[in-house]
Each structure stands twice: as C-alpha cells, then as structure tokens.
C-alpha cells in the first residue's frame, strides 16, 4: 500500500473542491449533498441516502466512487439477496482438494448498496461486521476488506411497498444520512440539456488517486479539536439521552462520529482546527437518523427538530 504523503490546508481544501466540482457535472443542484457525502468519505464514514425513486441517489453514489479512483462494486438489494452474495462464499476445488473463498462485492473500497431497504434483515445483518471493523468473517475465517472502506446505502422512504425498515444497530453505523430532495427548476432544465446523469456518468472520470484520497482522510483524522470542543460534543450528545420526546439517545459511536465529520468540515474549509460552526453544520445529518423517539413516524424530521431543539440549549463554549 503508497504511504500517504502529508498534505497542506490549501492542498486539502482544493482537492476537496474538485472533488465536488466533478460530482456536480452529473448531479446538478445539490451542493451541500455532494459536500456532506465527500465529507463522509474523508472522514472515515459510511453514508444513507434516503429519498423518493429518481431523485439521483444511485447517481450521486456512482460519481463519488469513480471520482476519487477508487475500487467499487454496485449490489442490488432484492428480498432474494442472500448474505453470501453479498460477502462472499468458500468453495471446494477439486483440483486441489481445498477450500478457497471467493469475495464478493464487498471486497472494493466503495461498495454502492442500492436500495438496501428491500433486502431481507438477514442480508442487510451481513453488514455489521464490515461497517464496523472492516472485515468480514466466513466459515470462521476472517477477511480484511480493502482500505479506504465505505458503504453508500441507497433507500427509498418505508411507506414504499415491499420495503423492510434496518435495524437500530445498523442505523447506528451511518455516519451521515441526507435527502436529496427534487432538483429546482434550473437544475433540471440542465439536466434535461444533459440528457440526464446516464449520459454524463459514462465520460466521469477520476479527479484524484488513492494516494490523494488516503492523504486526505489522514489529514482530516488528525486535525486539532480543542478540549472545550470535545466537552461541547459531549454534552450535546449526553443532551439527547435525557430528552422528553427521546426513547434511545445517542451512542459514544454518534460523538466520535460527530467529531470526525466536524474534522473533515474544517479541512474542506482550508483550517487546521475545528470550530463550534463545524459542530452544529454537521450536527443534525450526522445525529439525527440514530435517534429512536416517543412518536417515531418520521424519524430524520422529527430527529432534526430533537438535534435542533439540544442546539439551542447546549451553550457554545466561548474562546479566550
């Protein structure tokens, strides 16, 4: 594996931005979700897309993936979609006589899960593992996945038939869920001029390489957050568990997870530090999805005014 060079705020930031810039050929209109799903990626994380069919969601996962020159597998989610489709399967060779394990789409650094939500609980379960800890395990046997390593989960809204809800725990392991939404009227006026993203997608090609892209989530890892900052996350996270309308609030897996998406919001930034502004711009796609709440018909909605109410209450630490 290349050791990632050390990288500048300035080299940093310009990266970053053409990353977006190049996203943006193929989904128009959406800035602020292109940057939080590049941010996702420099940070370490795994990403939900939610929202209605032919919005662009599969769109934004495919240009992101071959933005930054990077291994990616796409894997239709069905309700026949078995495990071992999805990590892999040991088979015996008779012309050997042994076991030999055949990866599947999941060994590649972006793997694209499209709408994971009409897989089976068994199958969308195969993922724990791999979100978590990188790896995955079959017939006893342990397999590191490649690095970097990130899940785009693609989902349509629950109430869409033949739709299965994930599980808490696997809500949990999403760094950032975000809604597209529909493009506005000069967005798609474009993308009626582009004959829509199948025709760009195809002539995408890679902005930066693997060495770039490691350098980056090295540099975003290591940026300085200041004491006060960590105790501000801390007891807006520690806010959640106590409030009225909250059932299950945040896990320490949601503050770590915060701090190292404010990192990367600092970086895209040009900054060696974060501020109190990082922290409450990424506060409600990062925290809101993992909340289980007293009336949970629309959790990212009623999650963000729960996010946004604990905002409102934590005081910003103040500097000297």
Known sequence: ???????TPTEFQAHFEAVCANIDRVVHGKSEAIGLSLLTLV?????????????????LAKALATSVGCSWKRVQFTPDLLPSDLIGVT?????????????????????????????????????LEAMEERTVTVDGTRHDLPQPFMVIATQNPIEQEGTYRLPESQIDRFMVRLSLGYPDTAAEVRMLGDSGAGATLPELGAVIDPPTLQAMISY????????????????LVTATRTHPEV??????RATLQLAATARARAASAGR????????KAVAEPCLAHRLVLVNDRNRQQSGAAVVAQVLARVPVPVGR
């Open 43 to 59: 940070a370490g994380g795994h990403l939900l897309i939610e929202d209605v069919p032919g919005v662009g969601k599969t769109s």
């Open 1 to 7: 594996m290349v050791s990632p060079r050390s990288l």
């Open 247 to 252: 059932v299950v609030g945040l896990s320490p």
């Open 91 to 127: 088979v015996f060779r008779r012309s050997d006589e042994a076991f030999h394990f055949t990866p599947g789409p999941v060994f590649a650094n972006l793997v694209v899960a499209d709408e994971i939500n009409r897989a089976s609980p068994k199958t969308q379960a195969a993922l």
């Open 272 to 279: 060696d530090h974060v501020l109190p502004d990082d922290i």
């Open 220 to 235: 975003a890892h290591g940026l300085h957050v200041a004491d006060s900052l960590k105790d501000y996350m801390v007891r």
